[in-house]
């Protein structure tokens, strides 16, 4: 177990790396900037680093079903804006973002079939509309594609290279660190812009399917993000804004999969155990009914559970047998496990509807609009750092399309940064503290002596008095869904709950140098929770500040249980780097499209659609 | 794809193809295909005013793809590769032999496979590229390692031919076994006359440099260019502070003759050499008769056994092809020497072919007496005779002989010289660790581009077939060293976005032509590489393709493939066919008019190892109905493994069809030999009729 | 949801120090057993069935399978890749078989 690992920090071996840009996360967005920037400027020296495989990190894994943005016929990049904004119930949503991003949004979602995806056409050849901007692709190739594009220019991939901190000069930031996951070594990379496209933030609660066996990781999204760019973001000082906008959605029930491909795609209906339609209830219906903002659809079969009407499933049996199977083919696409689990119910979804139920909350900017606060340019707070995807906030709706056109954007604002930009002075102090941080769990796990009898067959850790990643990342997960409104408490929570949340996760925090790894991965494991107690603290100072409801679901406070006017804004933070602390700042809403903004323009319908 | 311009060209070969085939509906089907913009229908485009219409049409119309429908594209490659157009962008679809002369009974069934291929073969040639043969630099220098008598001849062919030759020996002298010996045959001379010779041509030729007492250390680099270090150490005993010399030469090719090892005979105790006093080797005999007058004029009965060792599955299996008339010659210097001397040889078989038939005859006429039988043991009186007990065969009955000396016709061994240079080169050696590539059709071939075997280190030879191996190995060697190699552009590329360097391709290629770049991933020995295509069937992710053969043509090839070309009732086999043999025989199937159920449309491979597991599931998920990959028997394949490798892979997709509850029946192997055309026929009958009882297959893609 | 390596089918991709499985997965939960010289999943329960593994797998030694906390044993879920396209064979735990046949690449 301890076989070869270092036992003192100068074992750890070190690789220095200039480059021009630097991208932290080789997921959809980052590998758009990759190429965008690579495209515009060929001579620029790019590296990814990733933590896992280019060819399928990410939460494109196992696919992609649909682009759930795409301006069709009919549509202009400002009803997009107004129907986003519409979506998250007016807002906040930062509309010069919106704007920007939909002026590009359709040579982005285009260059994917350019590039071999293959997108489903109705009888004129257009791409087939499922929903009102969701378009419907064959996208289990869809991440490899977008890989090897990435390869054709030829970056720096840095597989399996996971990122720890942001190096900084005075208030720039200047490059990053990491470590190998294989290597076990400790990466020093100075750039002269750095972009977080890292992902979203999974995992700070606990899934509903949870349990001691097998299902740990039965989750929405991708498990093995998690929130490593927003924390090393918070602990550099940059601003972030909305983090109490979680996104929590209905999904298909203990599977925790995607349901907008049934609900939208084949116009199945929310109904309850009585066979209720819930979104036509008179509770939701002067919502909006079925286009309600996206929080009152996540909410609403919550609502019917906690007050007795559940199980709650989406009406599938009007579906023919060649719609189930192509029903089965677009989850084939997206999260191919979904159709194994029907198979193991012995479930035709013709003949039983499919059960839903709400997930558990995540942080993705890409979804909502949590993440960093950015200007045009897609820069952060701090001079030299920028967000792409779903770490960039502020903007929500952006789906696989336009997070691959902010990636583009963050692209366009790098290279504008970079030209003329020298690389800065690496304070070395800075880069053996961070190398002692990122390692010393290492070095525990390698010079602990055992101090309990050997469990057999169990877990040779459980010799050691110390604390597994593993256990402190359940008593997180477990804190939040109880005190912080996870799906175990049907998302609510007040202000007695957040403090005990904040408390506890400061207690852990003041823990984390008991946490001990005995091989590289567990040490990945180690900082995946240091770095989701980061972001999990700014959640729950974000939750506690924003004291109204007015995305019930996303966020709902039982002690505030109305909207109110006053927080019509953003609510952001930023930590104190002298204190330490997290101080909250609220900034004013700015409006760019007119109208209420509550209501979005109704779409004009093709001439060849049909009901 | 519309901007390329294509031509079409059909020829009905004086009837003989449109009698089968209704070419003229066909060329109207093909005259509307995107991109073709001639089609023309001709009596026999082979000829001289054929071809010269394709040349006019490729200029009148400014083609940029050909595409000739005729007789099988293994026949007349020198006519249409000179058609005013890059030989790689013309497709020869074979229209007479697996086509209208193998479905002669039904033409309708003969045009509708026509069409089908028709149809393949267009979207085949849209990702045809136009290749050129890549020149490489290549010094003009030769290694030959090992100076016996086979080596000494290669260096003097070699530098006979214009190159510079390094011909390196570990002993102190040159001459190698041949110089033990007393005499050869068959003109009974002695060896030290021919070797003098050779000897003084070695001494006077300023291109041969001699190195003796030296070794080679280490082989790295290409064909053309290898760097090969070598050591040479003091000659000389007395002079023990000489120091040891390191070189480096550059060579273009090496040929390897390393030689052989007697066999000792130590092991059959039952003739209890080492133990028993005059009871010794061939190779003692002739060191006694060198060396010892009287050892063959002193009268004496003398036993020959033969096989000893040879032709042993305990020891060598394999006959040492010389023994024979090595005891003969022996037999007949004893008799010459002193006619008194008597002489028995036990014999399992006599071999002594060609002329040395004469040497045979004239040992029996000398009263040389011949049984057959192999002596179960012998045994040593107090005086020192010896008696021999054999089962005469012929006789039928137990016979004694009492004899003064026996010879064991001992055998012939691979060389320790040459298992020491197995490693340093990479070579491949056959079971009994002689070098060898392909006993067939390439017995000088180690495995290994511009590396190459002369004599015993081949296998058991005699010296007039040493010498004449050394003149072969010499021919073959030359390509490498005329100061520059042509390398055909049919060499595999790796798509390294795709690559996940697994490794495989490095190390199933049977010929070692893979190595890793600086970035670990492979990268190909255009030199070492004999385009087998084995990489390619490998590779889990498809990321290689053949320079004439490439993973999108047959992705787009299976796209078009209509799967109900016969009928909404009849199968549908896709036939991987071998170049060498299995595609051979389905030509000679149609060329005897051995009539083929029209069911199978083939596809040309270089080796059925070529074929990627990926193309072959995506085959069946694309509606084919059964896929036969039809290669050499095991033993034979060209590239070493590529059947044994093609089953492996077969297994895994059948395997795989089997837990997708499809029938693994769809994929099957054959081996089809060259001259088996009916076996191919039958085969491909068999699997059409199991075929229908499946049904048609359950997957097309959505 | 937990992935399981066959290991009369597995290989070890030849033995080599980074088996396919290991290369792709997005969890960094396969890797090789040095001593039997196969693949395994270091954490059943942290996988997230995206099935990189079991589609890249040349020997086809991976199984998919759900856990029972979802849905019950014997149901079967296999992907066989072409080129440009992808086949999948599912069994649900009544024996009934479906297939699912479509194109993941275009062509140029």
């Known amino acids: 177990m301890k076989k070869g690992l270092p036992k003192t920090i100068d074992e750890v071996e070190e690789v220095r790396i200039e480059t021009d840009l630097l991208i932290i996360g080789g997921g959809n967005s980052g590998c758009f900037v990759a190429i965008e920037a690579k495209g515009k400027n060929p001579d620029i020296d790019v590296t990814i680093m990733e933590k896992a495989h280019i060819d399928r990190s990410g939460a494109l894994a196992a696919g992609m079903d649909a682009i759930n943005t795409y301006i069709g016929e009919g549509e202009t990049p400002e009803s997009i804006v107004a129907w986003s904004r519409a979506q998250v119930g007016g807002g906040p949503l930062r509309e010069d973002l919106a704007l920007s991003n939909a002026a590009i949004l359709n040579q982005c979602v285009e260059s994917l079939e350019a590039w071999g995806v293959p997108f489903k056409k109705d009888e004129k050849g257009r791409y087939k509309r499922r929903g009102r901007f969701d378009i419907s692709i064959h996208g289990e190739q869809l991440k490899p594609i977008i890989a090897e594009k990435t390869k054709s220019y030829n970056p720096r991939i840095l597989n399996r290279v996971a990122a720890t901190n942001l190096l900084k000069d005075g208030d720039r930031v200047i490059g990053a660190t990491g470590f190998g996951i294989r290597d076990g070594k400790f990466y020093v990379i100075k750039a002269k812009a750095t972009v977080v496209s890292t992902g979203g933030a999974a995992g700070l609660y606990r899934s509903a399917t949870n349990d001691g066996t097998t299902s740990h990781h039965q989750m929405w999204m991708n498990p093995f993000n998690v929130g490593t760019g927003y924390a090393i973001g918070i602990r550099a000082g940059a601003e972030f804004t909305l983090m109490e906008q979680r996104w929590c959605a209905t999904r298909v029930k203990d599977f925790c999969g995607p349901v907008d491909t049934i609900s939208v795609g084949y116009k199945a209906k929310m109904i309850n155990a009585k066979g209720e339609l819930i979104l036509d209830s008179p509770r939701y219906s002067h919502l909006g009914g079925d286009t309600a903002p996206r929080y009152i659809r996540a909410n609403a079969p919550m609502g019917e559970w906690s007050e007795g009407r559940g199980p709650t499933f989406v009406d599938t049996r009007h579906l023919s047998p060649n719609q189930v199977k192509d029903l089965k083919i677009d989850y084939l696409n997206e999260r191919p496990t979904y159709v194994l689990f029907l198979a193991s119910r012995g479930q035709d979804p013709a003949k039983e509807p499919l059960e839903i139920y709400g997930s558990d909350p995540y942080i993705v900017g890409g979804h909502t609009a949590s993440g960093y606060w950015v200007d045009g340019d897609r820069m952060a707070t701090l001079s030299g750092l920028f967000a792409a995807g779903e770490c960039a906030g502020g903007m929500p709706n952006k789906f696989v399309g336009g997070c691959a056109a902010e990636g583009v954007l963050a692209a366009r604002g790098t290279l504008k940064h970079i030209s003329g930009m020298d690389h800065g002075n690496v304070d070395q102090d800075q880069v053996v503290a961070e190398k002692e941080r990122v390692f010393s769990p290492l070095l525990r796990g390698a010079t602990m002596e055992a101090k309990y009898t050997l469990p057999v067959g169990q877990d040779p850790r459980w010799q050691y008095d110390a604390v597994t990643p593993e256990e402190m990342e359940e008593r997180l997960q477990r804190l939040m869904d109880e005190y912080a409104g996870g799906v175990g408490q049907f998302f609510k929570c007040n202000e007695e709950q957040l403090n005990y949340a904040l408390k506890h996760i400061r207690m852990m925090k003041n823990q984390v140098n008991k946490l001990f790894a005995t091989c590289l991965h567990d040490l990945v494991l180690v900082h995946d929770v240091v770095d989701r107690l980061d972001v999990a603290e700014v959640v729950v100072l974000h939750l506690r500040e924003r004291r109204e409801c007015r995305w019930p679901g996303w966020q709902t406070r039982t002690d505030y249980p109305e909207v109110d006017p006053s927080l019509d804004c953003y609510i952001n933070s930023r930590r104190d780097l002298k204190t330490g602390e997290i101080e909250m700042l609220k900034r004013p809403y700015q409006q760019i499209l007119p109208g209420d903004r509550t209501k979005a323009p109704s779409p004009i319908p093709l001439s060849a659609e049909k009901a | 794809m519309s901007d390329i311009n294509i031509g079409v060209f059909f020829c009905t070969c004086e009837g003989e193809i449109e009698k089968a085939i209704a070419l003229d509906s066909l060329a109207q089907e093909a005259s509307g295909r995107p991109g073709v913009v001639a089609v023309r229908k001709d009596s026999c485009l082979c000829s001289e005013h054929g071809l010269g219409a394709i040349r006019e049409d490729v200029n009148k119309f400014g083609l940029d793809r050909v595409l000739v429908a005729a007789c099988s594209p293994s026949l007349k490659t020198k006519e249409f590769a000179d058609l005013g157009i890059n030989k790689y962008l013309v497709e020869r679809m074979n229209f007479r032999e697996q086509c209208s002369q193998s479905h002669p009974d039904n033409s309708e069934d003969a045009t509708k496979k026509a069409r089908a291929l028709l149809g393949m073969s267009l979207e085949k040639i849209r990702h045809s590229k136009a290749l050129e043969p890549v020149m490489v630099p290549a010094v003009r220098t030769a290694l030959v390692v090992g100076g016996g008598v086979a080596g000494i001849n290669a260096a003097l062919d070699l530098a006979g031919a214009g190159a510079e030759v390094f011909l390196i020996e570990k002993k102190p002298f040159l001459g190698g076994r041949v110089s033990e010996l007393h005499r050869y045959y068959p003109r009974l001379c002695p060896p030290s006359c021919g070797l003098e010779l050779m000897f003084s041509k070695l001494e006077s030729d300023p291109r041969i440099h001699v190195l003796t007492s030296s070794e080679v250390e280490g082989l790295s680099g290409s064909p053309g260019n290898f760097s090969i270090s070598i050591k040479t150490s003091s000659s000389d005993p007395t002079k023990p502070s000489e120091k040891v010399q390191v070189r480096t030469i550059i060579a273009g090719a090496v040929i390897l003759a390393t030689g052989w090892e007697p066999f000792d005979p130590t092991a059959l105790t039952e003739y209890g050499y080492g133990r028993l006093e005059h009871v010794i080797t061939n190779l003692d005999f002739e060191k006694s008769a060198r060396e010892q007058k009287q050892f063959l004029e002193q009268q004496k009965k003398t036993a020959f056994i033969q096989c000893v060792g040879s032709r042993d599955e305990r020891h060598l299996p394999y006959c040492s092809d010389v023994c024979c008339m090595v005891s003969i010659k022996q037999a007949l210097l004893l008799k010459q020497a002193n006619p008194d001397n008597e002489i028995t040889i036990f014999y399992n078989d006599i071999r002594a072919p060609g002329e040395y038939e004469a040497m045979y005859r004239q040992a029996r006429t000398r009263g040389i007496q011949f049984i057959k039988g192999i002596p179960s043991e012998l045994r040593q009186d107090a005086q020192g005779k010896i008696s021999v007990s054999v089962f005469d065969l012929v006789a039928g009955e137990r016979t004694e002989v009492a004899v003064d000396q026996v010879v064991l016709a001992t055998g012939m061994k691979a060389s320790g010289g040459t298992a020491e240079l197995k490693n340093t080169f990479g070579l491949a050696t056959n079971k009994y660790n002689f070098i060898e590539s392909h006993l067939q059709c390439h017995p000088l071939d180690s495995q290994r581009e511009g590396i190459f075997s002369a004599g015993c280190c081949r296998a058991p030879m005699d010296v007039s077939r040493s010498i004449e191996s050394a003149g072969a190995a010499t021919a073959k060697a030359l390509r490498y060293l005329q100061g520059e190699i042509a390398v055909t552009p049919d060499f595999p590329v790796v798509d390294i976005l795709k690559c996940d360097r697994c490794k495989r391709c490095v190390e199933e290629c049977p010929f070692k032509a893979y190595s890793f770049d600086d970035k670990g991933f492979p990268q190909v020995d255009i030199l070492k590489c004999r385009a087998c295509g084995i990489c390619m069937g490998g590779c889990p992710l498809g990321a290689i393709s053949l320079g004439e053969l490439s993973i999108e043509q047959l992705s787009g090839m299976l796209d078009v493939l209509d799967t109900s070309y016969l009928g909404e009732d009849e199968p549908v086999i896709l036939g991987f066919l071998c170049k060498n043999d299995a595609y051979r025989a389905a030509d000679d199937a149609g060329a005897k008019g051995i009539s083929c159920p029209s069911n199978l449309i083939s596809i040309m491979v270089p080796c059925s190892g070529a074929v990627n597991g990926m193309i072959i599931s995506e085959a069946i998920a694309k509606g084919v109905d059964g896929i036969l990959l039809a290669g050499c028997p095991d033993n034979q394949c060209h590239c070493i493994q590529g059947s044994v490798l093609a089953k492996t892979r077969l297994a895994d997709v059948s395997n795989k069809l089997k837990e997708m509850y499809l029938e693994p029946e769809r994929v099957r192997f054959a081996s089809i030999s060259r001259d088996d055309p009916e076996k191919f026929a039958a085969t491909v009958k068999e699997y059409v009729e199991e075929l229908k009882q499946l049904g048609k297959n359950p997957l097309r893609i959505q | ?108």
């Open chain 3, 1 to 108: 949801m937990p992935v399981y390596v066959v290991k009369d089918k597995c290989d070890g991709c030849k033995g080599k120090e980074e088996p396919l499985c290991e290369q792709i997965c997005i969890g960094d939960l396969m890797t090789l057993n040095s001593d039997t010289g196969k693949a395994y999943c270091r954490s059943l329960r942290d996988c997230w069935d995206c099935m990189s593994c079991t589609k890249i797998c040349p020997k086809g030694a991976i199984e998919q399978r759900i856990p029972y906390q979802l849905g019950y044993h014997g149901a079967k879920l296999i992907p066989m890749l072409g080129t440009d396209s992808i086949t999948w064979t599912c069994v649900d735990i009544e024996g009934k078989v479906e297939r699912f046949s479509f194109r993941t690449r275009n062509k140029h």
